[in-house]
């Protein structure tokens, strides 16, 4: 491969990985560039909402001549066609690839590639399918209902749920009280192929930012569709590209609910292991401490913001921020204590963020888990200048991708009568935080 295609395929890596899409990622082995994984998390408001669907990028030795082989991971093992364009076997169909004038041009690039999956992950997927653009007649309606469902639960069940499960360590399906179901293995069955997993930390943390948005589309599917309930075959369906199985809405609920669990007492026990690691008097220990420190000492300085920080029990690896809401705004009053659980493998792991005091805000979620998202990873001052700033920021551009209270983001951006109930609700819920 020719030096100028690695600068390129190196240069739009790098453009994806500091842009502000929330919705993709992107990452290589140092050792070689032409190889890379990406993962794009479901829009919102489609039946792949928040779910984590992972990719392969080969570059050839002509790109950008030549458009890259894309292939898809998150399959159900090879067993689950996610879309029309998105095959059972892994293999992605584009339109660069089809009609005429819709070729492959060197003017585009990986991100492109990723915007144009994601756009095939539709409201409507049925749409998809060549012939079924303009599907109008009432069995045609009742197939793209029948469609959609089928998608969302496979997105929770095999995107989201098992590829969790993969990274915890959790039994497929084992969880008290509820029948294993016939799950077939996805993520773990890849995994043991492919040790290589970029997005383990990242899926975590987007795990703990959509835990409600997930379990109110497991409750609200859960009426619709009863537990056994056979998915509906597609006319465009075959033998050996099919979407098959059963709604299990039940399972999934005490399955995500496994998971939740898990990663809260994952993060609390970053507690016990970074105190070991200040007895070993290892860098990373002093380094935090380092960091505290001069944090603590910039804000003394800083008349704008009004905040105390402290390191719970002496432990450089937990911290209490206690924030002050600044006067003539909707915070005014109150005190929020906010805890941030630090790995000692930072910042190749990043904090969780955890509000101890409740508060009703379209960042925050109903369990107090807070959506925000550092400049720099690996600087702590960073994540502290963020969480301040997804707090108070009074009028913030509209992205679903960080609205981790459905209620409240809701009511934020709905019409002027819903604005202000939710402006009382943050203020009642700022009012309390004084008294808790």
Not at 121 to 133: A, C, D, K, L, V
């Amino acid at each position: 491969m020719s030096n100028q295609s690695i600068l390129r395929i190196t240069r739009e890596l790098s453009e994806i990985q500091r842009g502000s899409d929330l919705s993709l990622a992107v990452a290589c082995r140092d050792i070689d560039v032409r190889h890379v994984r990406a993962l794009i998390i479901g829009p919102p408001d489609t039946p792949y909402e928040f779910g984590f669907f992972e990719f392969t990028v080969k570059f050839t030795r002509d790109y950008p001549t030549k458009a890259p082989a894309v292939t898809a991971i998150t399959t159900n093992g090879g067993r689950t066609r996610f879309g029309p364009n998105l095959y059972s076997g892994g293999r992605v169909c584009l339109t660069w690839r089809g009609e005429r004038g819709e070729e492959w041009s060197s003017a585009q690039g990986l991100e492109s590639i990723l915007i144009s999956i994601q756009s095939l992950m539709s409201q409507n997927p049925y749409e998809n399918e060549p012939g079924f653009e303009d599907a109008k007649s009432d069995y045609d309606k009742k197939n793209q209902e029948a469609y959609v469902a089928k998608i969302r639960h496979e997105t929770l069940r095999i995107s989201v749920i098992e590829r969790l499960e993969g990274y915890l360590g959790i039994e497929r399906g084992r969880v008290p009280g509820v029948a294993v179901e016939t799950a077939e293995e996805d993520y773990q069955s890849n995994a043991s192929d492919t040790p290589f997993e970029p997005f383990k930390d990242l899926c975590k943390r987007r795990f703990l930012w959509y835990y409600q948005s997930y379990m109110i589309s497991i409750e609200t599917e859960a009426k619709k569709h009863k537990d056994g309930d056979r998915f509906e075959k597609m006319p465009f369906e075959g033998p050996v590209n099919i979407m098959e199985g059963t709604f299990q809405y039940s399972s999934l609920k005490t399955r995500m609910e496994v998971i939740y669990d898990k990663l809260e007492k994952e993060a609390m026990s970053w507690a016990d292991e970074g105190l070991a690691a200040v007895k070993k008097e290892m860098s990373i220990a002093s380094n935090l401490q380092r960091q505290f420190e001069q944090i603590v000492e910039n804000y003394k300085k800083n008349d704008a913001v009004t905040l105390d920080l402290e390191l719970v029990d002496k432990n450089p690896f937990v911290w209490r921020l206690v924030l002050f809401g600044r006067p003539m705004t909707n915070l005014d009053g109150g005190m929020f204590r906010i805890l941030i659980y630090i790995s000692p493998k930072f910042p190749d792991i990043l904090p969780r963020v955890k509000f101890e005091t409740p508060i009703f805000h379209h960042r925050v979620s109903p369990t107090g888990v807070l959506c925000y998202e550092p400049t720099r990873k690996d600087d702590m001052r960073s994540h502290i200048e963020a969480i301040i700033e997804a707090i108070e920021e009074e009028s913030p551009a509209y992205d679903p991708r960080t609205l981790v209270n459905p209620e409240a983001a809701k009511l934020f951006w709905g019409p002027p009568e819903d604005k202000k109930i939710y402006n009382r609700k943050l203020r009642r819920s700022v009012q309390d935080s004084a008294e808790y």
